[in-house]
């Protein structure tokens, strides 16, 4: 179920044909296929998606056919060969992260998918998935209606082209937009050449200690537009990518650059003066940040006001709005952690709930009792569950240990961190144990002193941070451009400064956002942050405007004492067990409402915050995208899109 | 304001989890050892300013994670360090046959004149121990680096540990002053990594 729901669908219409070739002997001539084509959001990857209509059966197989089982190999002319290479690329891809003796593994959520495609397999053969970030460039063709040929970068064959009888090609290329920036080739004008800015960055990190990047952007510096740049240096990460698919072109327009550069900041707008090569770069006005109060904790009595006679919990909204607003009294935790976990569905009745920790407790421990009966003989020849053991005995000793229920030499919680860690590595094994895991079990244990409750409680707050701990870290990628995102947003001054000092990756933040904060407050304050941000309150992503929050109070100091890169990291690893919670959420709050207040909002801060996310609209399904659309448009006409109309042939258009 | 040092040295730690980098560290930079052990997540540098030859050097010493899902992240600060500290824990076979990936790893991403140091940590647990003295020399002596038992613990050979990859820094570095300007006689050299510094943070995240 869970993994469903990342999907977001962006953008759907129907009745696009393709016309296939009177060469492709399967299928008889003049028939057209029909069928939907889609925009999809999965889990932060945009994919674009075509399906025969009398494929289009069952949604939660269509999401899964995602890369791995790619219907796009099936258009090559050598099958064979290309899904060899395919893999091959993606490969090597992997082997550029993990050093040394790297174990990979494939996320859940794809596997299910690989069967029923091959199910249909005669069905998908016109069936087209691929990643926007693959694609190389859109050819916009007319005929009467408008067909799109869309073209891959890996690949030398063009997919099959797309024909929208019933309309839509415009619509499904702004879509796009949102994700892409699309620049007409000097060459071709019907031809839009793709890059996606984000993928761009991911590729920096990539690429780590790769020495043709830093080769290609110094070149790319000798640009005399990106030049007067300066500071900007970030800028031709971004520019970069977009400038190499338009490489024939020398010379670039000026109000391309800086309308290059007012689509990859958000919030900037930039006023070209007389002056070539000079510009002035204003900011988005935020306006005055709110002032808020926080609450006293919810007591255990206002907390049972909330339960119906048969346990159910009602007016749950305005009950997460109060633990929001101050969090819980200790002893209310026990119980209401296992709903803001998820573990216990808010509309349960107490008899459901007693029969669901009956289920999992033995599920806990038919997982537990798998680790405890490898012998040891076994566990010679099982290299990785050795590892994960050695890793957990050492990280159990030295968690938490000047905690009551930690310290010790025989102490009890101990021996469940322990054994809840191992059994964690029984249910994941493909992640087994990673650190960092055991400062996130640490207080859930500590609140629910009981092993089965705890470990599934665990579960679900692993469930959300899964992808920070992945092979390739990619959650702590996210979060960090993310976060970047905000900054540049809410004081572009303060992150010039961090940009200008080499700490622009914000890299100083990496223990924050990996454990949530746990190493950086009080035990207890750690207990209130978790509680208040898991009620999803008062947008998504909290975690990441408090760090903006935690930023903004440290910003004036960091630039005042004109802190270089290793002063930041340190005085940000120094401030650990400084910070007061209560102030951090208060500030937190203030900014997520001033920034919702704001009403130029560029598209990929709503995005993080979910301000767009129709929340009565759990698939996202529909409505949630007509507003997106609206938005998008209204930021267009406030400089956001530029559209250049005189003698130079180029359209740059990007919402990030 | 008074020049406090005449040198910054930048010198980094790794090996296994649990080895016993940060406690060395530890060691080194407070002349302490906390038995409340916390693992290490990101990355932290502690300072500490030595005396060689009437010279102040400051050494910048960086302690990473020791786990291989984070090498991403800690490859990144290889670049300008000056110095390598390779640490296993003599009572763990394994962080001693892993000090081979280390030291491969050093040979990828860090500057190839970096100089390398094998410690053989917790010497003082000798009823534990599971690699012998012998076979941490001889390894040492494979690849040509330097060695010592140390004990953060008990501070055994601590002190002599850092000072010995700073002096090893600091004559590689004369080596190349005398090389590039024969006369001799310039000014004080401010050895940073200024160049190395942006590049591997350039690349380092995102």
Redesign the interface.
Known sequence: MASHSVYKVIFEHEGVFIHPSSDDEVIEQDLLISGALRILDKDGEIIVEYRPLEDTVDPSNMLCAGKDSSSVVEWTQCPGDRSHQLLETQQSYETE??????VSFRKKSCTNGEGSLNHNHEKSRWALTFSVSDLKSVTVKEEGWTFLICKLKEASTPLPALHFHQGGSREFLESLKKFALLTESASDKTCLLVSTPNKA??Q??E????DN??GL?HKFRKDPYVTTLGSFSKVT?YLFDALRGTEEQHQRPPEEVADLLGEVIPGLEINQQEEPGFEVITRIDLGTRPQVTRREPLSAEEWNKHQDPEGRMVNVPHLKLLIFKGGLCHAGRKEAWKFLLGYFPWDSTLEERKALQRSKTDEYFRMKLQWKSVSEEQERRNSRLRDYR??IE??V???D??NRFYEGIDNPGLVLLHDILMTYCMYDFDLGY???M??LLSPILYVMENEVDAFWCFVSFMDQMHQN?E?Q?QG??TQ??QL?TLLRLLDLAFWNYLESQ??G???FC??WL??RFK?ELSFQDVLRLWEVMWTGLPCQNLHLLVCCAILDSEKQKIMDENYG??EI??HI?ELSMKLDIEEILQKAEGICLQIKSCKDLPQSVSAILGFNTDVSDPKGYGSSGAPRLAQRQEACSNGHLRETNSHNSCKVAFIS | MAKTYDYLLKLLLIGD??VGKTCLLFRFSEDAFNT????T?????KIRTIELDGKKIKL?IWDT?????????T??Y??GAMGIMLVYDITNE?SFDNIR?WI??IE??ASSDVERMVLGNKCDINDKRQVSKERGEKLAIDYGIKFLETSAKSSINVEEAFYTLARDIMSRLNRKMNDSAPSGGGGPVKITESRS??????????
């Open positions: 992260w993990d050093m040394v003796n790297a960055l991911s920096s990190f690429n780590l200690l790769d990047t830093f952007i990460n050695s890793l050492k990280d000793n030295r968690t240990r000047t990673v650190q960092g055991s400062d701990f092979e870290m702590m990628k960090l451009i970047s080499d700490s990756y914000l890299y990496f223990r990996l454990i190493r890169f290793n990291l340190k690893n | 989890s649990g409340t052990f916390i693992s997540i990101g990355i932290d540098f910048q994670a020791g786990q291989e899902r984070f090498r991403t992240i490859t990144a290889y670049r394994k990936n491969r790893n990828e991403h510094k942006k590049s591997f943070f350039r690349c380092a995240l995102l």
